[in-house]
């Protein structure tokens, strides 16, 4: 899998800001890098209620989920996505805790949609489970900028296993081509051949790139479109995220190939994704 550099062309790694509250300078910091991090930002007894959902959501309650053991890993990875509709747990967590209002400054929307949850576990030792350069939106049947993705840690995440992101690589509002994960020399199912191909972005002498470690409740809110990746879980230990991805009020739906997950048959291109699977989750005045 191609990760970051630290050395040769590519620049050296820097931190990713960090804030205790969605305020006005974390917004600018998103505005300007396309990632930031908001420290504390679910409390022990929310990630409990997470916990407290996964074994149903691994073992079926989802319309995407799979495990995936690689040849010569000891460990799985594991990941559930839509699964907030079966397992009241997540549920809980996506209506009723604070995260909702923590994430909507950043969309600078009058309105806030659920597009989906995301459950992703790396367990101790699944040296092989990395993920390829690529941003979420190539992979979403999604016109409009305004898509977040509200990653929570679950687990004391380390340098050697964090996401790195291309700082500011959302800016140019360009959505390239998916990537396949499993393996990334072949086409992914759903490619999109007009969309430009991933640039070599660790051959670019110009990229500058974004990480940092993470404790269990931190939450990482990234742009749709901003180019991420990150190593597989060399650690003997698991490591374990709860994302949820947010849209705002220049969403429209585009009826194309993509992942059921992302799609709703009673939606055409053009549409407001408001449905009961992509649900109004704020409205300002309301």
Known sequence: ????????????IGEIASFNSPDAEAVAAYDRDGVVCLRGAASPDWLAVIEAGIAAAVSGASSDSDVVKIKGDQGKFSFSSQAWREVEPFRQFIFDSPLPDMCWPFLKSRTLNLFYDFLLIKEARSDSAATPWHQDHAYYPLIGQKVINCWTALDPIPPETALRFWKGSHGPGIVYQAVKFENPSEDYKHLRAERPPIPDIDGDPEAEFLTTSLEPGDMLIWSSRTFHAAPGNRLDRRRA????????????YEDVPALETYRDPGLK?????????FPLVRLLGH
């Open 1 to 12: 899998m191609t990760l970051p550099k630290t050395s040769g062309n590519a620049a050296v």
């Open 241 to 252: 995220a709860f994302s949820i991805n947010w849209a705002g009020d220049d969403v429209t």
């Open 269 to 277: 291109t053009g549409d407001p994704i408001t449905c009961a699977k």
